[in-house]
């Protein structure tokens, strides 16, 4: 089933660059930038993840994106990303960029753009790829700390597709980011956020009220509450659901929990995408493969999960 999975041409949703950090180049970047790490190699980092819920694993995702210092390392992180997506047959990505992470610690958004957007570039001539960037905002900081990393953003308007929300969802609600959503779509920005990972429901129909966002990150916290999985199924809403994420973050205790296939079959618009696969134990394919493993998922369900993702895409 791999081999056949992974040939699937597919769409990636749900992607964090700074999440496709495999430590072996988080590793290679620390030596350049001449950066001392608190764990003696490869392996020890490996054990490091093991998370109990969404914090514990943020914490670490920060401390790894700190070996990300010049132009070239987010180029280098980009690539290794976009040849992951050509040997998975991932025809298209949507990625999402954090500017804050790197921005509150000095180095300034146009380094990290210019890599990330010159490896996007290079991966449309080369590869094949098609992309789209999103800007994420980090949900855990203010909203006026959002409106600044937009100020940034706008002399660069072309690289964006969109804008997203992203980083400690409970007590974060999307409603602390109406004005700087308006102001992006304002701008000509599409909108998507995380809701419903460990938020609970309330915080999607508020996502989709107040930030107006084309898609949901997550949301599998939907299938908690009857009258939105019927909007999400009339308005056809895609969420873009990551399986192995959800069990590593104890989302799902279990994989054969996971309710993906449910809401597939119900009529949700659900795609696989990975969010963080470096932390997470796999990409796109390995999500799919999960699904096989432990929820039996069959071969046409698989077909309409990557005939979802092609839909959901915000630019072609
Ligand atoms: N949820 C919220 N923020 C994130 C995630 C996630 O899964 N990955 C990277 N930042
Ligand atoms: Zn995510």
Same mark, same amino acid.
């Given at each position: 089933?791999?081999?056949?999975?992974?040939?699937?041409?597919?769409?990636?949703?749900?992607?964090?660059?700074?999440?496709?950090?495999?430590?072996?180049?988080?590793?290679?970047?620390?030596?350049?930038?001449?950066?001392?790490?608190?764990?003696?190699?490869?392996?020890?980092?490996?054990?490091?993840?093991?998370?109990?819920?969404? $914090?514990?694993?943020?914490?670490?995702?920060? $401390?790894?994106?700190?070996?990300?210092?010049?132009?070239?390392?987010?180029?280098?992180?980009?690539?290794?990303?976009?040849?992951?997506?050509?040997? *998975?047959?991932?025809?298209?990505?949507?990625?999402?960029?954090?500017?804050?992470?790197?921005?509150?610690?000095?180095?300034?958004?146009?380094?990290?753009?210019?890599?990330?957007?010159?490896? /996007?570039?290079?991966?449309?001539?080369?590869?094949?790829?098609?992309?789209?960037?999103?800007?994420?905002?980090?949900?855990?900081?203010?909203?006026?700390?959002?409106?600044?990393?937009?100020?940034?953003? /706008?002399?660069?308007?072309?690289?964006?597709?969109?804008?997203?929300?992203?980083?400690?969802?409970?007590?974060?609600?999307?409603?602390?980011?109406?004005?700087?959503?308006?102001?992006?779509?304002?701008?000509?920005?599409?909108?998507?956020?995380?809701?419903?990972?460990?938020?609970?429901?309330?915080?999607?129909?508020?996502?989709?009220?107040?930030? *107006?966002?084309?898609?949901?990150?997550?949301?599998?916290?939907?299938?908690?509450?009857?009258?939105?999985?019927?909007?999400?199924?009339?308005? *056809?809403?895609?969420?873009?659901?990551?399986?192995?994420?959800?069990?590593?973050?104890?989302?799902?205790?279990?994989?054969? $929990?996971?309710?993906?296939?449910?809401?597939?079959?119900?009529?949700?618009?659900?795609?696989?995408?990975?969010?963080?696969?470096?932390?997470?134990?796999?990409?796109?394919?390995?999500?799919?493969?999960?699904?096989?493993?432990?929820?039996?998922?069959?071969?046409? *369900?698989?077909?309409?999960?990557?005939?979802?993702?092609?839909?959901?895409?915000?630019?072609?």
């Amino acid at each position: 089933m791999y081999d056949w999975l992974n040939a699937l041409p597919k769409a990636e949703l749900h992607l964090h660059l700074e999440g496709s950090l495999e430590p072996e180049l988080l590793f290679a970047l620390a030596e350049r930038n001449k950066i001392a790490l608190p764990w003696n190699d490869v392996e020890a980092l490996r054990k490091a993840y093991a998370f109990n819920n969404l $914090q514990e694993f943020l914490d670490l995702y920060y $401390q790894g994106a700190d070996v990300l210092r010049t132009e070239q390392d987010f180029y280098d992180l980009t690539w290794a990303y976009l040849e992951k997506c050509k040997a *998975q047959n991932v025809i298209h990505t949507e990625p999402f960029f954090d500017p804050q992470t790197h921005t509150d610690r000095g180095i300034a958004f146009e380094v990290a753009l210019t890599g990330i957007a010159s490896a /996007l570039k290079d991966g449309r001539a080369r590869l094949g790829i098609g992309s789209g960037l999103i800007l994420s905002f980090l949900r855990h900081l203010s909203e006026d700390a959002a409106q600044r990393t937009l100020d940034q953003a /706008l002399p660069f308007r072309d690289a964006f597709i969109a804008v997203g929300l992203d980083s400690s969802e409970v007590g974060h609600p999307p409603s602390k980011f109406q004005r700087v959503f308006a102001r992006a779509r304002a701008e000509g920005f599409a909108a998507v956020a995380h809701a419903g990972e460990e938020g609970p429901p309330a915080y999607i129909w508020e996502a989709l009220d107040l930030l *107006q966002v084309s898609r949901i990150d997550h949301g599998v916290r939907a299938f908690e509450d009857e009258r939105l999985m019927a909007r999400l199924i009339d308005e *056809q809403i895609p969420l873009t659901v990551c399986p192995l994420s959800n069990t590593k973050l104890c989302v799902f205790e279990d994989m054969n $929990q996971h309710t993906i296939l449910d809401m597939l079959e119900r009529g949700v618009k659900v795609t696989v995408n990975s969010d963080d696969p470096a932390y997470f134990g796999g990409y796109v394919t390995e999500n799919f493969q999960a699904l096989h493993d432990s929820l039996g998922m069959t071969e046409e *369900q698989a077909r309409r999960l990557a005939q979802n993702s092609l839909d959901a895409r915000l630019v072609r």
